[in-house]
């Protein structure tokens, strides 16, 4: 198997798992706030992360062989694309839903594109602005769907623009680190466990400095929402970070955000099934404008 097939594979695995942690984190979300999930998520990803780097018999000594300026990129890219964009995507996700986050989410493929083009000079075409504007379109319309019970279109609205912040946040933190994680440049996990341990470390700052740090640190206490927030953060947190970044490591990054995108499709499913929000006509017209998008994008036809 090639280096680009791997790196494809992966980021499909990492839609796959994501869109089970967003139906798990949802759940989550109903009783524990997004700073807190996000703490504990990083928390449990960097445990099992710290497993594997055991079992692999990779020590601290090995980061000797790579230059430092690398692990500073790697912290910084932890600092904004997991510290501060999934505190926000939570509070995007408590708002606006499984489903409707998913279409919100499709910003996420056209705003790597643009952060590629801008940072590590990857080529743009008429097909990726064509798709990246029936994406955006598809998130307009959505912000029109009526809110699920409980929220107002205020509401809404506010949670897909924190959510379009979170894609941002996150589109930066992962291609600033990419020229760092080539597929001869820094080892998946390593890279993996710098970036989680630095944004769980800035979790940690901001935990010990909120005035409710003791609310905050209750989540680490066995309660009935760990049937949800574990499997949630095990997925999320430690699965499908894994695989999101093996495939911008081994991939385009242009090609491993789009396979990304179908995350989309699997949460909008899921949320259907377990979830059961309701599949409307807007809804529908959407996720099918969003998807069509990312389609173009994959295929750039012209």
């Given at each position: 198997m090639t280096a680009d097939l791997l790196g494809q594979?992966?980021?499909l695995l990492a839609a796959l798992t994501w869109a089970f942690a967003l139906v798990f984190f949802k759940l989550s979300g109903e009783r524990i706030g997004p700073l807190a999930l996000n703490?504990?998520?990083?928390?449990i990803g960097l445990v099992l992360l710290g497993i594997t780097l055991l079992a692999m018999g990779d020590g601290v000594a090995s980061l000797r062989d790579y230059p430092s300026a690398d692990i500073h990129i790697l912290i910084i890219s932890g600092f904004i694309g997991i510290a501060l964009a999934d505190t926000v995507m939570f509070h995007s996700l408590n708002l606006v839903g499984v489903s409707l986050f998913a279409i919100v989410d499709c910003a996420y493929s056209p705003t790597v594109l643009l952060f590629s083009w801008l940072f590590i000079a990857e080529r743009l075409t008429l097909a990726?602005?064509?798709g990246g504007g029936l994406i955006l379109t598809?998130?307009?319309l959505s912000s029109r769907h009526p809110p699920p019970p409980g929220r107002t279109r205020r509401q809404i609205?506010?949670?897909?623009l924190l959510g379009i912040l979170a894609i941002v946040l996150m589109a930066i933190g992962i291609v600033m680190a990419k020229p760092v994680l080539d597929a001869d440049g820094f080892p998946l996990v390593w890279g993996t466990t710098i970036r989680l341990a630095a944004g769980t470390a800035a979790l940690a700052i901001m935990a010990a400095a909120s005035p409710q740090r003791r609310?905050?640190?209750s989540v680490f206490r066995p309660a009935a929402v760990w049937k949800y927030s574990v499997p949630g953060s095990v997925l999320g947190g430690f699965l499908s970070m894994v695989f999101w970044v093996a495939g911008f490591k081994y991939a385009q990054a242009a090609i491993a955000a789009i396979l990304n995108q179908t995350s989309v499709i699997f949460a909008t499913v899921l949320a259907v099934v377990l979830l059961k929000e309701g599949m409307t006509r807007r809804k529908f017209v959407a996720v099918t404008l969003a998807i069509t998008g990312v389609v173009l994008v994959a295929l750039d036809p012209f």
């Amino acid at each position: 198997m090639t280096a680009d097939l791997l790196g494809q594979g992966c980021a499909l695995l990492a839609a796959l798992t994501w869109a089970f942690a967003l139906v798990f984190f949802k759940l989550s979300g109903e009783r524990i706030g997004p700073l807190a999930l996000n703490f504990f998520k990083n928390v449990i990803g960097l445990v099992l992360l710290g497993i594997t780097l055991l079992a692999m018999g990779d020590g601290v000594a090995s980061l000797r062989d790579y230059p430092s300026a690398d692990i500073h990129i790697l912290i910084i890219s932890g600092f904004i694309g997991i510290a501060l964009a999934d505190t926000v995507m939570f509070h995007s996700l408590n708002l606006v839903g499984v489903s409707l986050f998913a279409i919100v989410d499709c910003a996420y493929s056209p705003t790597v594109l643009l952060f590629s083009w801008l940072f590590i000079a990857e080529r743009l075409t008429l097909a990726h602005y064509l798709g990246g504007g029936l994406i955006l379109t598809g998130i307009l319309l959505s912000s029109r769907h009526p809110p699920p019970p409980g929220r107002t279109r205020r509401q809404i609205a506010i949670g897909a623009l924190l959510g379009i912040l979170a894609i941002v946040l996150m589109a930066i933190g992962i291609v600033m680190a990419k020229p760092v994680l080539d597929a001869d440049g820094f080892p998946l996990v390593w890279g993996t466990t710098i970036r989680l341990a630095a944004g769980t470390a800035a979790l940690a700052i901001m935990a010990a400095a909120s005035p409710q740090r003791r609310k905050l640190y209750s989540v680490f206490r066995p309660a009935a929402v760990w049937k949800y927030s574990v499997p949630g953060s095990v997925l999320g947190g430690f699965l499908s970070m894994v695989f999101w970044v093996a495939g911008f490591k081994y991939a385009q990054a242009a090609i491993a955000a789009i396979l990304n995108q179908t995350s989309v499709i699997f949460a909008t499913v899921l949320a259907v099934v377990l979830l059961k929000e309701g599949m409307t006509r807007r809804k529908f017209v959407a996720v099918t404008l969003a998807i069509t998008g990312v389609v173009l994008v994959a295929l750039d036809p012209f």
